[in-house]
């Protein structure tokens, strides 16, 4: 069989970092023979492992190509380019998946245990009376229960919190409260003392939260946001904020990144911005998810992590 081509799209910068990394993973599942390239005639290419920061917008004169195998894991910038006529995969691995877990975990603990308070009261107060609920009595929702939902929602449902998530289709999973659809939007905001969004960015996503949504949510509530910045209303949010309906949020994405300098989201006392590093892709995981998608095209098999281009993720 013909050494497969493998086109790397993505920034000139990443090569030094995917090169060995990828070599590595190919190597592991037996495709050590593969020719992984920076530059090649398109019609002879048969994988493109892609960034959409790389620049390559049309996939039309890779005529052999097999799959664009995405390195991110959001496919909003690519779900609607009609040039890729040929399966599109996006990034599911295990570095992006403990990476979330690990940033929703952390920042919800930090607003369940009112880390902020203790931060700011080093003043010689002995505030006695401030005692954090345990977890179970603390309820956390999360919008979204794909990959990174449904794991951030079970690290934390393994701390005790009390876990509901919502997502487009009827989901179970243990130990949380499952709810889906626009019914189960309220339901699950209603029980939500602290949100969490972590839904992909599409046509039915798009503002989410926003004036009547943040209104459903309890007095007081905390938002995370690690899914996209275009899920929330940025103007309803911060008056939410002003008027004390949402008492913090914590952003890691915007619908414009990097967030301007003079956004007021950077001066507000009670938001706290993450210039989105939720969860980066890193080059030694997402290589063994590109070869094991690349064995399986060479072998014949289904494509792992196929993006719905109906639906948008
Ligand atoms: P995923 O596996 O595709 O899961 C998406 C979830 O959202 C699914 O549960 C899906 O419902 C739900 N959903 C989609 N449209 C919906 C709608 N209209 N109503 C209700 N639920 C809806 O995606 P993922 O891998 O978990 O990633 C989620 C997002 O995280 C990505 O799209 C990306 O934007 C973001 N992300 C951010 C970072 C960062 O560093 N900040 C890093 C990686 C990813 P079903 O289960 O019914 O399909």
Known sequence: MPAPVILFAAKSEKWAEYEPALRKALGKVGLDHAVLVTEAEPAEVDYIIYAPNSGLQDFSPFTRAKAVLSLWAGVEDIVGNETITMPLARMVDYGLTQGMLEFVTGHVLRYHLMMDDFIAGQDGL????????????????????????????????????????????????????????????????????????LLPDTAATRGVINQTTLAALPKGAKIINPGRGSLIEDTALLAALDQGHIAAATLDVFTVEPLPSTHPYWAHPNVTVTPHIASATRAETASETIAENIRRGEAGLPFLHLVDRQAGY
């Not at 345990?134 to 229960?145: E, F, I, Q």
């Open 126 to 197: 002995w505030r006695a009376d401030l005692v954090p609920p345990l977890a179970r009595d603390r309820k956390v929702t999360v919008l979204g229960l794909g990959v990174l939902g449904a794991a951030s929602a079970q690290s934390l449902a393994r701390i005790g919190f009390d876990v509901a998530g919502w997502s487009r289709s009827a989901k179970s999973l243990e130990g949380i409260t499952c709810y889906h659809g626009e019914d189960g939007l309220l339901e699950a905001l209603r029980h939500a003392e602290i949100l969490v969004t």
